[in-house]
């Protein structure tokens, strides 16, 4: 079974300011990850994912975000956010089947101008 | 292309009463998913179907919780009698198949609250 840790609820930010969003996974398979957007009453929208190959994955909106094996880390990144961004961020995980999408709690992302 | 839609947008009821939500899935998407979102939580997987087979009903509470999707279409999900910790937002997702080839879409969801 898999399971998604996100290491902060919300997390404030000034407009322009880099942002990094932090995703922690535990599998014993090998896994896809994922980082999905939710913006106010809507659904969820697909960011980025990673399947295979290169660890950093570029992803919509100008958003980023590296697999690092080793740390079982996925973290999101952004280098310059704006007010647009603010919506709840949340990092998946799927086993290689793809059949079961495992969602962590979530972070809110507050950009103030 | 057409979203995955999903009604009603809200609903309040109170305890021990009955609700069901609809999902109407994009055309030709043979797989559909339920997931329950409280508040403050992440998605979590109630049920999946394979056109109008159960694929994954493990975390659906049956004693109250039913689903079903007739034709392998529209799909409704039920709640009888409903518990205050039913408020929730639930949302419908579809995929053209299976295997990480096909992506997910998801509803804008219906929030349930629970009196």
């Known amino acids: 079974a898999q399971s998604v840790t996100q290491l902060d609820s919300q997390v404030p930010v000034f407009e322009e300011a880099p942002v990094e969003l932090r995703c922690n996974y535990s599998s014993s398979v090998s896994v896809y990850l994922f980082w999905y957007v939710q913006y106010p009453n809507q659904g969820l929208q697909l960011l980025l994912k990673?399947?295979?190959?290169?660890?950093l994955v570029k992803g919509i909106n100008g958003f980023e975000a590296e697999f690092n094996k080793s740390q079982t880390s996925f973290h999101l990144r952004k280098p310059s956010v704006h007010i647009s961004d603010t919506a709840e961020y949340f990092c998946?995980?799927?086993?290689?089947?793809?059949?079961?999408?495992?969602f962590g709690a979530g972070t809110i992302l507050r950009v103030k101008s | 292309e057409a979203g995955v839609a999903q009604s009603p947008r809200y609903k309040i009821i109170e305890k021990r009463q009955s609700v069901a939500f609809w999902c109407n899935p994009i055309?030709?998407?043979?797989?559909l998913y339920w997931y329950q979102q409280i508040l403050g939580q992440g998605p979590k997987l109630l049920i999946q179907?394979?056109?109008?087979?159960?694929?994954?009903d493990s975390q659906l509470p049956k004693d109250r919780f039913s689903a079903e999707r007739l034709k392998g279409v529209d799909s409704t999900l039920k709640i009888q009698p409903a518990k205050l910790e039913d408020s929730a937002v639930y949302l419908c997702a579809s995929r053209t198949g299976t295997g990480m080839a096909y992506g997910y879409t998801f509803g804008s969801g219906t929030r349930l609250t629970v009196v």
């Open positions: 990673y399947l295979s190959g290169s660890t």
């Open positions: 179907f394979q056109n109008n087979g159960v694929v994954d």
């Open positions: 998946a995980v799927s086993d290689l089947s793809g059949n079961k999408l495992v």
């Open positions: 055309s030709g998407h043979a797989t």
